[in-house]
């Protein structure tokens, strides 16, 4: 695949891995401000900031879950897109394009009615309180109203970056992390509205964002071209799409699931301040795994591409690359967090001295097997790009389903402090998941790339 900006197929690896990591990666830092943006300004409301920063942590599994179904759809297709088209069949990518459209506007629409309906008994589910759910469910009404932006916007975000456009990609994330960053201080304090200014902002960011998107995606730089008449959906392009994309979905969506479970054992153990605390740790572990996750989409391009051009060398020279500096990056930023877990602490609540001392305590346990995390996402991305769903989808279900909830609500059995147990359960799956995952991971690519080895005279066949 060649465009103005990169050849997947020729560049050297070190360059090009470069030119589309650091884009994404500050992409990632950007859409991590998006997210935590909100957190920060409604933290710092004076008086009630402490319980207003607990109602907006209850909504996460809520938010989460909406960017988990943009993750099914963009990270499912866009993988299986670039594969084709380093294979040469134009077409066919071009109709996993189209049918990813009608889907992420099909689910938009289903989830915006059901979390209106039932936002909030779950709400009360999750944990909330009389004193909290004043302030989150007026959030989570505002922001579901945006689920069409935050579909398209994240969801088709991913075909512009399997094309090598990392720049593009990353002004998708700018545009609307800019506006927010703006908008929230107006809004929350300038206008009066709280947490309901704050969704207002978040869901107008993200409609700006929705819209580039879009006007990228029907222009005359992009490959892939949103075209009505590949957008009628298509079991045989949808599916794969979706069996690819049920890993990131699960990797996604188990967060909300983990997020509700830590809320509601924290607040049976710890109350809303507990809650809160959580809050905030979630947001610094946004910190660690949005930068990874820029990584790990600048790789994705480069390995999908030619291992669908059956460049095999190439898949495994951009493998090692991005292993050390998955590995490294964790290692480094993980120790800054358990060294100063004040300084991250402070960005969001000063106000409270309850809820900062619970956090800071709380950040080394929580934190601690981060160091190792990298090793996790490079050996998992690294599936997902070569279109390996079922094993990406077996690691993904095991950190987070099979070790990470049970633990939730097994460990505080075996402490007297019931909120370490809580807290503990997050680095006792890390590391676990981890030694698994690089086991798998190092037993299975050889074989992965041994089964695509007629690939070369394969492609070959079909331009001729």
Same mark, same amino acid.
């Given at each position: 695949?060649?465009?103005?900006?990169?050849?997947?197929?020729?560049?050297?690896?070190?360059?090009?891995?470069?030119?589309?990591?650091?884009?994404?990666?500050?992409?990632?830092?950007?859409?991590?401000?998006?997210?935590?943006?909100? $957190?920060?300004? !409604?933290?710092?409301?004076?008086? *009630?900031?402490?319980? @207003?920063?607990?109602? #907006? /942590?209850? &909504?996460?599994?809520?938010?989460?879950?909406?960017?988990?179904?943009?993750?099914?759809?963009?990270?499912?297709?866009?993988? $299986?897109?670039? !594969?084709?088209?380093?294979?040469? *069949?134009?077409?066919? @990518?071009?109709?996993? #394009? /189209?049918? &990813?459209?009608?889907?992420?506007?099909?689910?938009?629409?289903?989830?915006?009615?059901?979390?209106?309906?039932?936002?909030?008994?779950?709400?009360?589910?999750?944990?909330?309180?009389?004193?909290?759910?004043?302030?989150?469910?007026?959030?989570?009404?505002?922001?579901?109203?945006?689920?069409?932006?935050?579909?398209?916007?994240?969801?088709?975000?991913?075909?512009?970056?399997?094309?090598?456009f990392a720049t593009a990609s990353m002004a998708t994330v700018l545009i609307g992390?800019?506006?927010?960053?703006?908008?929230?201080?107006?809004?929350?304090?300038?206008?009066?509205?709280?947490?309901?200014?704050?969704?207002?902002?978040?869901?107008?960011?993200?409609?700006?964002?929705?819209?580039?998107?879009?006007?990228?995606?029907?222009?005359?730089?992009?490959?892939?071209?949103?075209?009505?008449?590949?957008?009628?959906?298509?079991?045989?392009?949808?599916?794969?799409?979706?069996?690819?994309?049920?890993?990131?979905?699960?990797?996604?969506?188990?967060?909300?699931?983990?997020?509700?479970?830590?809320?509601?054992?924290?607040?049976?153990?710890?109350?809303?301040?507990?809650?809160?605390?959580?809050?905030?740790?979630?947001?610094?572990?946004?910190?660690?795994?949005?930068?990874?996750?820029?990584?790990?989409?600048?790789?994705?391009?480069?390995?999908?591409?030619?291992?669908?051009?059956?460049?095999?060398?190439?898949?495994?020279?951009?493998?090692?690359?991005?292993?050390?500096?998955?590995?490294?990056?964790?290692?480094?930023?993980?120790?800054?967090?358990?060294?100063?877990?004040?300084?991250?602490?402070?960005?969001?609540?000063?106000?409270?001295?309850?809820?900062?001392?619970?956090?800071?305590?709380?950040?080394?346990?929580?934190?601690?097997?981060?160091?190792?995390?990298?090793?996790?996402?490079?050996?998992?991305?690294?599936?997902?790009?070569?279109?390996?769903?079922?094993?990406?989808?077996?690691?993904?279900?095991?950190?987070?389903?099979?070790?990470?909830?049970?633990?939730?609500?097994?460990?505080?059995?075996?402490?007297?402090?019931?909120?370490?147990?809580?807290?503990?359960?997050?680095?006792?799956?890390?590391?676990?998941?981890?030694?698994?995952?690089?086991?798998?991971?190092?037993?299975?690519?050889?074989?992965?790339?041994?089964?695509?080895?007629?690939?070369?005279?394969?492609?070959?066949?079909?331009?001729?």
């Amino acid at each position: 695949m060649q465009n103005k900006t990169t050849d997947l197929g020729k560049e050297p690896l070190g360059r090009l891995l470069l030119k589309l990591s650091i884009p994404s990666i500050l992409a990632q830092l950007v859409n991590m401000l998006y997210n935590i943006v909100d $957190r920060i300004y !409604i933290g710092h409301i004076p008086e *009630e900031g402490a319980l @207003a920063l607990t109602g #907006l /942590g209850l &909504c996460f599994p809520i938010l989460m879950l909406i960017m988990a179904f943009s993750g099914l759809i963009g990270m499912g297709g866009a993988p $299986r897109a670039a !594969i084709f088209m380093g294979k040469g *069949e134009e077409e066919k @990518a071009q109709r996993i #394009l /189209g049918n &990813c459209v009608t889907v992420l506007l099909m689910v938009s629409a289903a989830l915006t009615i059901l979390f209106q309906i039932f936002g909030e008994p779950l709400l009360y589910l999750f944990g909330a309180s009389d004193s909290t759910i004043q302030y989150a469910l007026p959030y989570l009404r505002i922001y579901v109203c945006g689920t069409i932006f935050v579909q398209c916007s994240l969801g088709l975000n991913s075909f512009i970056t399997t094309q090598g456009f990392a720049t593009a990609s990353m002004a998708t994330v700018l545009i609307g992390a800019v506006l927010n960053i703006i908008l929230d201080p107006i809004f929350i304090y300038g206008c009066g509205m709280g947490v309901q200014g704050a969704a207002l902002a978040t869901i107008l960011s993200q409609a700006v964002s929705a819209m580039w998107v879009l006007r990228f995606l029907s222009g005359k730089r992009t490959k892939l071209r949103i075209q009505r008449r590949y957008m009628r959906v298509q079991k045989e392009f949808i599916l794969p799409v979706l069996a690819l994309g049920i890993s990131p979905f699960i990797m996604q969506s188990t967060e909300s699931l983990i997020n509700i479970s830590f809320n509601a054992s924290l607040s049976k153990y710890g109350g809303d301040m507990a809650v809160g605390a959580m809050t905030i740790l979630t947001s610094v572990m946004q910190l660690i795994w949005m930068p990874l996750s820029g990584l790990t989409q600048g790789a994705q391009p480069i390995i999908s591409f030619n291992f669908g051009a059956g460049n095999d060398a190439r898949v495994k020279k951009t493998f090692r690359m991005l292993f050390i500096c998955a590995l490294g990056y964790s290692a480094v930023f993980g120790g800054i967090v358990l060294l100063f877990p004040e300084v991250f602490v402070s960005i969001f609540n000063k106000n409270s001295r309850e809820l900062f001392e619970i956090s800071v305590w709380a950040m080394r346990i929580y934190i601690s097997g981060t160091l190792i995390l990298g090793i996790q996402s490079a050996c998992q991305q690294t599936f997902l790009a070569l279109g390996q769903a079922k094993a990406s989808l077996f690691l993904a279900c095991l950190r987070k389903i099979v070790l990470m909830i049970p633990l939730i609500f097994i460990l505080p059995h075996f402490f007297e402090n019931k909120v370490f147990g809580v807290f503990l359960a997050e680095p006792v799956s890390d590391i676990i998941a981890v030694i698994v995952t690089a086991t798998t991971f190092f037993i299975a690519f050889p074989k992965i790339l041994e089964q695509g080895t007629k690939r070369p005279e394969e492609n070959e066949k079909r331009r001729t």
